[in-house]
């Protein structure tokens, strides 16, 4: 927008600057014409007075430019020059202004007592110019500041426009990711206040919905607790003991998984955490590596050193680095080999996951799609986590033929 409001001021300012400097220079160069042809008149005019008197060579000589002075006789006063077309038509009593090579002539006829004589003054082309071409520039660089200037307060006013709206994107972008924190400063237009204003009602609504869900998720986890405490009770009062603890079981298991949603869902809720993502790693490769020594693969691991901070909670990112893993040890055939890295990125880090098992394609990124008789959920469980981070997850193949899984966390 700047860019282009710039051009615009620029095209603008140049045609009415075109418009006004044109018309001036014209008018600049025909007043210094008029200037010199005047000067030359008034020389052939005091030259004319004293033609037919004996001070007709000394006023030739005063005069600081060529002059030349045709008399009746055929004579010449004064620089040479040749009689031309001009000369003769100013010889029947005209005054007249000529053409003449590198430059013009200014003609006037006086009457002396032999006849009419032609006063010639010669104007070099060089002093019909003179200061036309110091003002033309004086005006080109008038013009060209005049634009420039231009173009400095076009930006200005452009930038005054699209600075509120780079925040109000940069505070949608945070939105997205998840930061329900993130507020816009109203500044700029009015119509871009408006829209300011507009974006922090919309977040405060949400974090509003938010805080809602989290409270009818308090009251789900209340209203559950009631019949689950009812089918222990009924479970404690079966007779045979076997049946009493298989009951027991199920409904221990089902009391976990409700567990299990309610604090889930409040996590979610509450918004996104950090923790280090080399540790974490680090600590999930490990666990794998025993089930990958009982089955012959070989794990290569490469994690920096020191902390790496992504915005991701440790839970999650451990069941994202989990469902990957599992991926390998599920859809490749024993020995398979498998390699995982952990590298910083600029903003952020880069996890990649690679085996030397027979592959998948990108299909399997959408949820409940597996071609190996799996749920399909593991990587649809990584690609939310890295999404809620604000990064992403990228499928392709590995060096060796098998899958390789790209996933992309943010910095915190």
């Known amino acids: 927008m700047r860019r282009w409001l710039a051009l615009l001021v620029a095209a603008?300012?140049?045609?009415?600057?075109?418009?006004?400097?044109?018309?001036?220079?014209?008018?600049?160069?025909?007043?210094?014409?008029?200037?010199?042809?005047?000067?030359?008149?008034?020389?052939?005019?005091?030259?004319?007075?004293?033609?037919?008197?004996?001070?007709?060579?000394?006023?030739?000589?005063?005069?600081?430019?060529?002059?030349?002075?045709?008399?009746?006789?055929?004579?010449?006063?004064?620089?040479?020059?040749?009689?031309?077309?001009?000369?003769?038509?100013?010889?029947?009593?005209?005054?007249?202004?000529?053409?003449?090579?590198?430059?013009?002539?200014?003609?006037?006829?006086?009457?002396?007592?032999?006849?009419?004589?032609?006063?010639?003054?010669?104007?070099?082309?060089?002093?019909?110019?003179?200061g036309v071409r110091e003002a033309w520039l004086a005006l080109a660089l008038l013009g060209v500041g005049l634009v420039a200037l231009g173009i400095v307060l076009a930006d200005r006013l452009a930038l005054a426009v699209t600075r509120p709206v780079d925040g109000l994107a940069r505070v949608s972008h945070r939105l997205a990711g998840g930061d329900l924190t993130a507020r816009a400063e109203p500044g700029g237009?009015?119509?871009?206040?408006?829209?300011?204003?507009?974006?922090?009602?919309?977040?405060?609504?949400?974090d509003e919905l938010l805080a809602a869900e989290r409270e009818s998720v308090a009251d789900l986890s209340h209203r559950l607790r009631t019949p689950l405490t009812g089918l222990r009770l009924d479970a404690e009062s079966l007779r045979d003991p076997e049946e009493a603890a298989r009951v027991q079981a199920r409904v221990d298991a089902l009391e976990r998984a409700v567990s299990a949603v309610i604090t889930e869902a409040r996590r979610r809720s509450a918004g996104r955490g950090s923790c280090d993502a080399a540790a974490v790693v680090r600590e999930r490769v490990r666990f794998w590596s025993v089930l990958a020594e009982d089955q012959g693969r070989e794990v290569s691991i490469s994690v920096p050193d020191g902390p790496l901070p992504v915005a991701v909670g440790a839970e999650e990112l451990a069941a994202c680095v989990d469902a990957l893993l599992g991926n390998v040890f599920a859809h490749t055939p024993e020995g398979a080999s498998m390699a995982v890295r952990l590298q910083p990125r600029p903003q952020g880090a880069l996890l990649v996951v690679e085996d030397a098992g027979p592959g998948f394609d990108a299909a399997a990124l959408e949820r409940g799609a597996s071609g190996g008789g799996s749920t399909g959920l593991g990587l649809d469980i990584a690609r939310r986590t890295a999404e809620s981070s604000g990064g992403g997850l990228a499928v392709s193949r590995s060096a060796e033929g098998g899958a390789r899984v790209d996933v992309t966390f943010s910095s915190p």
């Not at 237009?189 to 949400?206: D, K």
């Open 12 to 130: 603008t300012t140049s045609l009415v600057l075109i418009a006004l400097l044109v018309p001036m220079a014209l008018l600049i160069r025909a007043v210094a014409e008029n200037g010199a042809m005047s000067r030359a008149t008034a020389a052939a005019e005091s030259v004319a007075v004293a033609v037919g008197t004996p001070d007709l060579g000394l006023a030739v000589e005063q005069v600081s430019r060529p002059v030349t002075v045709f008399l009746p006789d055929g004579r010449t006063v004064g620089d040479r020059a040749a009689r031309s077309d001009a000369v003769r038509l100013a010889a029947t009593g005209r005054s007249v202004t000529a053409e003449a090579d590198g430059g013009r002539e200014v003609l006037v006829s006086a009457q002396s007592p032999g006849g009419t004589a032609v006063i010639r003054v010669f104007v070099p082309g060089a002093e019909l110019m003179r």
């Open 189 to 206: 237009p009015p119509e871009v206040r408006s829209v300011a204003l507009a974006l922090n009602h919309l977040a405060g609504r949400i």
